[in-house]
């Protein structure tokens, strides 16, 4: 395989497995809201609209690997770039698509915490920020590694 189809093997896979790890986070969040839902409903309680903002917290991930799969994009014509961008690609992508899967797992909790409580809503925001911190300092820490190549 020569460079150039390593670096795109290497954004792809970094694509594809922030997206994934997005898919399962804001999946686990959403089927966490919809019960959340269901029970204020059966309780004739006001469904939190709320909820949408921790079902919708991962989805940045997916974010996160297209930038640093436009950024790899733009080593193809560097000699050498190709083994070290499909790495990069593969280990950014795991760290970043880790972060949305535990970040929806929270974000699922939260649901159903302010559903039941009416209170924390920004305690549960800073827990998912903390969370999303670890996709942010995998994409930046990429970007220097990508940008010291060649």
């Known amino acids: 395989m020569n460079d150039a189809a390593m670096i795109v093997a290497g954004a792809i896979a970094c694509l594809g497995l922030s997206a994934t790890g997005s898919a399962f ?3 686990f ?3 966490a809201a919809v019960g959340a839902w269901k029970k204020c409903y059966a309780a004739g309680k006001p ?3 709320l909820l949408l903002s921790f079902v919708g917290a991962p989805i940045t991930q997916t974010l996160y690997g297209m930038i640093l799969m436009f950024t790899m994009f733009g080593k193809t014509a560097v000699p050498g770039a190709g083994l070290p961008c499909l790495v990069l690609g ?4 795991l760290a970043i698509g880790a972060s949305a899967l535990f970040q929806g797992r929270a974000g699922a909790s939260a649901c159903d915490s302010q559903a039941e409580t009416g209170q924390g809503f ?3 925001l800073a827990a998912l920020g903390i969370v999303e911190t ?3 300092f995998a994409m930046v820490f990429t970007l220097i590694a990508i940008g010291k190549i060649g």
């Not at 593969?90 to 992508?93: D, E």
């Open 29 to 31: 969040a959403a089927n």
């Open 47 to 49: 469904a939190p609209f």
């Open 90 to 93: 593969i280990f950014a992508g």
């Open 122 to 124: 920004t305690n549960y």
């Open 25 to 27: 986070g804001t999946g």
């Open 134 to 136: 670890v996709a942010i």
